[in-house]
C-alpha cells in the first residue's frame, strides 16, 4: 500500500499541470479572438465609410465647391479693417485728458457709432468717420525710462522710505498716466483715413485750457531761463575778454620776478589772484550746457503732445 503512494502523488501532480496548461491556452485563444474581432470590427467600420464617400462622392465635391465660392463671396463683400498706430510724448501732466479723450473716441466710433459728431471732433467728412471703428491707448514702457522714473521719486522721499522702496513694487504701482510715452491705435475700414489724422488727433487729444495755460507758462519760464542764461553768459565772455587783455598787455611788459596775471575788482588784496583759468573755463562750460539743455527742453515742449512717429501712410490688413 506504502508503494502506490507516491504513482498517485505524481498522477495528481500531471493532472495539475494538464489543467493549468488548458486554462493558458484557453486564455490565450479567447484574447486572439478578440483582438481578431476588433480588427473585424474596425475593417467594416472603414469599408463603410470608404462605401458611403464612394456613393456619394459627387455630393461632397458640389458641397466643397459652393462652400468655397461663398466664402470668397463674403471675403470680397465684407469690408476689410486695417489698423496703425501713432506714439505720442505728453507734457505738461496732459496724460489724463488724453486717456478721457481717447475713451471719448472711441465710445463715439465703436458704441454710439455716432459718424457725425466724430467728423465734428476729428474735421472730417461723415463718409471718413464712419469708416472709424475704434480707438485705443496703452503706455509705451521702456526699461531705462522707467529707471529714470523711479529714480526722480526715490530723490522725493525721505531717507526711511527711499531705503524701503523697492524697483518692482514702484512699477507695479505707478499709474499708467505717469508715463511720458503712450502708442494711440485707430482701427478703420478706410486705409487712407490715416494720414488725414496725423495733424489733427493730437490737437484734439490736448484740447484743454488748462493744459494751454500750462503750456504758456512753461514756455514763458524756459524763455526767461534761457535769456538769463545768456546774459550770464555775456557777462562771462566779457571777462574773459578782459582776461585776456590783461594778459597780452602783461606779456608786453618786462618780466618782473614775482610777477603774475592778476585781476583785481573792488576791495581785493594786493597779489590775490581773483580770476582762476580753469576755473573760468568750468563756468563757461556749464553755463553753455544749461542753456543748451533749457532751449532742448523748450523745443521738446513746445507743444502739449509731441508726436514721435506718425501713422503710416501705406497701411496694411
Do not use: C
Not at 50 to 56: G, P
Not at 105 to 123: H, R, T
Request: proline letters at 3%; glycine letters at 4%; hydrophobic letters at 40%.
Amino acid at each position: 500500500m506504502s508503494k502506490e503512494l507516491p504513482s498517485n502523488k505524481n498522477n495528481n501532480e500531471e493532472v495539475d499541470l494538464i489543467v493549468f496548461f488548458n486554462l493558458i491556452g484557453n486564455a490565450f485563444s479567447k484574447l486572439f479572438d478578440f483582438i481578431a474581432l476588433l480588427f473585424k470590427g474596425l475593417f467594416k467600420i472603414l469599408i463603410s465609410i470608404l462605401s458611403h464617400f464612394h456613393k456619394r462622392i459627387f455630393w461632397y465635391i458640389g458641397a466643397a465647391i459652393i462652400g468655397l465660392a461663398i466664402g470668397l463671396f463674403l471675403d470680397g463683400s465684407s469690408e476689410k479693417s486695417y489698423g496703425a498706430n501713432m506714439f505720442i510724448e505728453t507734457n505738461y501732466n496732459s496724460g489724463y485728458q488724453v486717456y478721457e479723450n481717447i475713451k471719448n473716441l472711441n465710445e463715439l466710433a465703436s458704441v454710439d457709432k455716432d459718424a457725425e459728431e466724430l467728423s465734428k471732433m476729428l474735421g472730417l467728412k461723415v463718409s471718413e468717420a464712419s469708416s472709424i471703428t475704434a480707438f485705443y491707448i496703452k503706455p509705451e514702457t521702456d526699461p531705462s525710462e522707467n529707471m529714470k522714473m523711479f529714480v526722480e521719486f526715490k530723490k522725493e522721499l525721505d531717507s526711511t522710505a527711499r531705503e524701503e522702496l523697492e524697483y518692482e513694487s514702484f512699477i507695479l504701482r505707478v499709474s499708467k498716466f505717469n508715463f511720458k510715452r503712450h502708442q494711440i491705435g485707430v482701427a478703420s475700414t478706410d486705409k487712407k483715413i490715416y494720414s488725414k489724422l496725423n495733424n489733427v488727433l493730437p490737437k484734439v487729444l490736448s484740447e484743454n485750457p488748462y493744459l494751454r495755460r500750462a503750456k504758456e507758462v512753461g514756455q514763458e519760464n524756459y524763455r526767461r531761463e534761457e535769456k538769463t542764461l545768456a546774459a550770464q553768459q555775456k557777462k562771462i565772455d566779457s571777462l574773459v575778454r578782459v582776461y585776456l587783455q590783461i594778459r597780452s598787455d602783461q606779456s608786453n611788459k618786462p618780466a618782473t620776478p614775482g610777477a603774475g596775471t592778476n585781476l583785481y575788482l573792488g576791495n581785493a588784496q594786493k597779489n590775490e589772484l581773483l580770476v582762476n583759468e580753469a576755473e573760468l573755463l568750468n563756468e563757461i562750460l556749464e553755463v553753455e550746457e544749461m542753456r543748451r539743455e533749457v532751449i532742448s527742453n523748450m523745443i521738446k515742449e513746445e507743444n502739449i503732445i509731441s508726436v514721435i512717429s506718425d501713422f503710416p501712410t501705406s497701411v496694411t490688413i
